[in-house]
Structures are given as structure tokens and as C-alpha cells.
């Protein structure tokens, strides 16, 4: 599935940036299409804390950075090598945003067994929909909802 058109979306109460409503939605790019985006793949493969850090600070909003997710996905890996349980939460957050499906199954079980390939998919998804997590939040939403803007509102009496 392609961004999310205006019509398909409702202003966030904080951001008035539009956000896909309720379910049905499908993931844009398979799991297993890492190979499409060879830069990404190979940042991925090579340092997978940026790129989750990336994804992080998009589907947090802002909340979170991009250095503070990277830094404490890196710190988890290199204490525990258990990454992937801090990593699926925010995959689980993001099928929520998105109303996406668990396929081709758990987050978890994506995260432990395909960690690479399952965070180059969360990323190409946020691209798909119009983020761009190289941007960070807030330059990224702006340019998002340059692309939405939302629909226009009845005048009332």
C-alpha cells in the first residue's frame, strides 16, 4: 500500500500531521525485500543502531531521538546481544500507527529471527508513507504534511 492519501487520514491531536485510521492496511515492501535499497541494506548489516534510531524517532513522534534510540539499541546489544526485544516493541508501534498486519508472524519472533531485514522494513514502510526518517521527526513531519495537507473543514455558523 502507497502513503496514506487525506481523505484516508486524521489530523494527530498534536501534530495535526495526518495519520492512517483504523485496520485493513498492508505493509508497502515484503520482509525479505532488503535488496531493494542496497544503501539501506548494507547501513542495516553494517550498523543496524542507525537505522533503528531512525525508525525509533519517527514512530515515537519526536519523543524519542534518533541518538538517544541508537545509542541505547546498541548499548542493549553489546551488553545482552537481546536488541531485538527493545527493537519489536517499536514494531509493535508502529502496526498500530498503521494498523498493519503481524505477518509473516509475532514481532518478536520477526525481530529475533530476521533483526536486518525486519528493521529495513519498517523503514521502507515510514518512507512509503511519506516520512523520511533520514530527516528526523520534526523536519519530516513538516515536509509529510506539506505532501497531506489536511482536509479542508466545513464552516459552521
Known amino acids: 500500500m502507497y502513503p496514506a492519501k487525506p481523505s484516508d487520514a486524521a489530523p494527530a491531536p498534536a501534530t495535526g500531521i495526518p495519520v492512517p485510521v483504523g485496520g485493513g492496511s498492508q505493509w508497502s515492501s ?17 550498523c543496524p543502531c542507525v ?17 538517544t534510540g541508537g545509542a541505547l539499541y546498541a548499548l542493549l546489544a553489546y551488553l ?22 503481524d505477518v509473516p508472524c509475532c514481532d518478536c519472533l520477526v ?9 529495513c522494513q519498517q523503514y521502507r514502510e515510514l518512507k512509503a508513507r511519506g516520512f523520511d526518517p533520514v530527516l528526523g521527526w520534526e523536519l519530516s513531519a513538516q515536509h509529510r504534511a506539506a505532501m497531506y495537507p489536511p482536509a479542508a473543514q466545513a464552516m459552521g455558523r
Open 30 to 46: 515484503g520482509l525479505f525485500d532488503c535488496f531493494d535499497d542496497c544503501g539501506l541494506c548494507c547501513l542495516t548489516c553494517w
Open 111 to 119: 525481530h529475533f529471527c530476521c533483526e536486518p531485514c525486519a528493521l
Open 80 to 101: 545482552t546481544g537481546c536488541q531485538w526485544i527493545y527493537s519489536c516493541t517499536y514494531r509493535a508501534k508502529m502496526r498500530a500507527q498503521f494498523g498493519l498486519p
Open 51 to 67: 537505522t533503528f534510531g531512525r525508525v525509533a524517532e519517527i514512530v515515537d513522534r519526536g519523543a524519542t531521538s534518533c541518538g
